[in-house]
């Protein structure tokens, strides 16, 4: 079990991926002859390295947990910042003597309240519809074509990158509608994501939620583009299914 470890330490290290490992066994035992102890040695070799990849394939599903609670902790960070944000401006109007608050500060306070209803023990699919309510919330039409895949890390990857947009297209792009559409094969699992709003004037630099969302795609093997001109556009595509096997 431990050179199982090692070896998979040691390929990751270099950069590689333990879903695309293939490990051989080469060990010598003396003869066997008809000899049940002698049996037991190759016996108790195979189970032990069945054993490492029982354990490492736990481990994967233990990451994917993790990794989702990470991202809600970072969400509720920002949704913190933002909440902050609209009661400075909020305290300003009121100490100004307005009679109402701003509609802009409005919207702001109903995206930071929805965005903390997301919880890491939800289906991807109960997330999705989260989004969704987020965006009638917020009077973002959200139109979907296609389903989630099956498969939970690649349909939980996907539906990360639809959020991700939602936030952009509000705050960066003033959108009105938002646009999903999920395509899959039998390899892989794929979203396009565009919306309504202004054109960027430049290529679009990642920044802290598009920059989280490339390594969380490209540390599952998948591909993420950003179209920045004539149009915005997002694409991410993630492998269906990779359990791992060694």
């Not at 293939?22 to 008809?34: A, C, D, H, K, M």
């Not at 970072?74 to 608050?101: F, P, Q, W």
Request: hydrophobic content about 35%.
């Amino acid at each position: 079990m431990c050179a199982v470890t090692e070896s998979l330490a040691r390929i990751v290290a270099a950069g590689g991926k333990t879903e695309d490992c293939y490990l051989t066994f080469q060990e010598y035992f003396p003869s066997l002859r008809g000899d049940s102890k002698r049996w037991a040695m190759p016996v108790s070799a195979l189970l032990g390295a069945f054993k490492a990849q029982m354990e490492l394939k736990k481990l994967s599903a233990n990451v994917i947990t993790i990794t989702r609670e990470e991202e809600i902790l970072n969400t509720k960070m920002r949704v913190h910042d933002e909440m902050g944000r609209c009661l400075v401006e909020a305290r300003k109007y009121l100490r100004d003597g307005s009679d109402s608050i701003p509609e802009s500060v409005v919207h702001s306070w109903q995206r930071a309240v929805s965005m903390l209803k997301y919880n890491n023990e939800t289906s991807d699919d109960d997330m999705l519809s989260q989004i969704r309510k987020t965006c009638e919330s917020i009077k973002l039409g959200f139109h979907q074509t296609g389903t989630l895949p099956k498969e939970e890390s690649a349909a939980y990857i996907l539906t990360c990158a639809v959020r991700e947009c939602v936030t952009n297209a509000v705050r960066y792009a003033a959108a009105d509608d938002l646009y999903a559409e999920f395509t899959e094969n039998k390899e892989f699992a794929t979203v396009h994501v565009t919306n309504s709003g202004k054109q960027p004037d430049s290529e679009i630099i990642e920044g802290g939620g598009l920059s989280t969302l490339r390594r969380r795609v490209e540390r599952a093997g998948g591909t993420m583009t950003v179209q920045s001109l004539p149009e915005f556009k997002l694409t991410v595509t993630v492998p269906k299914g990779k359990e791992g096997v060694l």
